[in-house]
């Protein structure tokens, strides 16, 4: 049980992160010049290009004691003696959402690009301040981008088992190394694959919110 409520915590997380990070950029994408668009649209997919395996090594390689970003930190004299940032639970979050945000960045680009801003125009012309437009016609107008990359995100984290088995620590135990150690460790497979379906019964709760609401998303418009 210990192990789907760190899995579950640790999918929120990621996702949140994503978002906070995903959403700004998409936003940018989506009003930059379509002169640049694709080659902003390049930068958002260029991590695909390389092995899953070699980014997520490269982040040990950056977070080790001795790695990139604490020789960097030791150079500029920020810290007087290596911190540690790998295996524990920053790393493993930094490397799910560094995998994942691509994941969310695309959907929000794909529905905030078909957006008609001259509404945020029409709002600023009735007195609406920058703040208030974007909350009040930008983000209600990219929901279903925001739950569309929020499900992409947070269905594949859910069963995550590279990243935390590279990145995080030993108390970090998700379900998806819970169900590799049942399967070939303990030759345990009755249980690893029970414990497969309570994941995936985990899952489709997700997908159920999602599939009611585009449905109640499409009824709106026809109504």
Known sequence: MEAYKISLKYALLTTLSCLL??????????????????????????????????????????????????????????????????????????????????????????NLVKMDFRLLEAAHDLGASSWKAF??????????????????????CVGEFVIPSLLGGAENIMIGRVVWDEMFSSNNWPRAAALSVVMILLILVPLAFYYRSSNGRGAHTES
């Open 135 to 156: 909350w009040l016609i930008t983000v209600p107008l990219s929901k279903s981008g925001i739950i569309a990359g929020s499900m992409l995100v947070f269905i594949p």
């Open 21 to 110: 990070l995903g959403y700004p950029f998409a936003y940018f994408m989506a009003r930059a010049r379509p002169s640049i668009r694709p080659a902003l649209l390049m930068l958002v997919m260029l991590p695909f290009w390389t092995s899953f395996l070699l980014r997520v090594y490269a982040w040990k390689g950056i977070l080790a004691d001795q790695g990139v970003l604490n020789n960097l930190l030791l150079a500029l004299g920020i810290i007087q003696e290596p911190v540690v940032m790998l295996y524990t639970n920053v790393s493993m979050l930094v490397g799910m959402t560094y995998v994942y945000c691509p994941f969310m960045i695309l959907p929000l680009y794909a």
